[in-house]
């Protein structure tokens, strides 16, 4: 609700738009841009902008949740890599639709979500647990289609959702301990 207190946020936002562009414009096209134009606005309307390039690694680092976020880059790159060429590839269904290059962007983004989370900044705690929340979902999906092309298998799906709880307890009890410098 003050987004100028928690410029942290709008920072992985922009980051966010570097991903998607980067992750679609070599496939779609430079007309992508226009449905990014709503998350473009929204960081040039922002009120200060020098607050958006304070560096986020200032303050506490939550090291536990630093951690999860290395584990969870580890079990995202292969599947990044795997999505990257399977688009190069354009053989299938998926690949028409640019379903791959979507996975590249959404997979790339939830591990800076997680990056982010780890430092603790206002903010952070919404982010951790929004990254539990992906992680619990995109396992539970996992488990329920594991034959699906993108699917990560029973095996992902338990993990992922074990990643997922880990993120929610881990941030749970840190900010019930008071560890955040700031509550959500």
Avoid at 15 to 36: D, E, Q, S, T
Avoid at 49 to 71: D, K, M, N
Avoid at 138 to 161: D, H, K, M, Q, R
């Amino acid at each position: 609700w003050r987004p100028l207190a928690r410029p942290l946020l709008l920072q992985f936002l922009a980051l966010a738009l570097v991903v998607a562009l980067g992750a679609n414009i070599p496939f779609i096209g430079p007309g992508i841009i226009i449905g990014y134009s709503p998350l473009l606005l929204l960081l040039v309307a922002y009120p200060e902008p020098r607050r958006l390039l304070t560096p986020i690694w200032r303050g506490r680092i939550s090291w536990s949740l630093f951690a999860l976020a290395v584990v969870v880059g580890a079990f995202f790159i292969l599947q990044v890599w795997r999505a990257f060429q399977a688009q190069v590839k354009g053989a299938d269904e998926l690949a028409l639709n640019f379903g791959w290059a979507s996975i590249v962007e959404h997979l790339c983004n939830l591990w800076l979500i997680a990056l982010f989370a780890s430092f603790r900044q206002p903010g952070s705690t919404l982010l951790a647990l929004v990254v539990g929340a992906c992680l619990l979902y995109l396992g539970v999906a996992a488990i329920s289609v594991p034959g699906n092309p993108g699917s990560w298998g029973l095996a992902g799906g338990v993990i992922a959702t074990l990643g997922g709880a880990a993120y929610v307890a881990i941030t749970a009890y840190e900010w019930r301990r008071g560890s955040p410098p700031t509550t959500m």
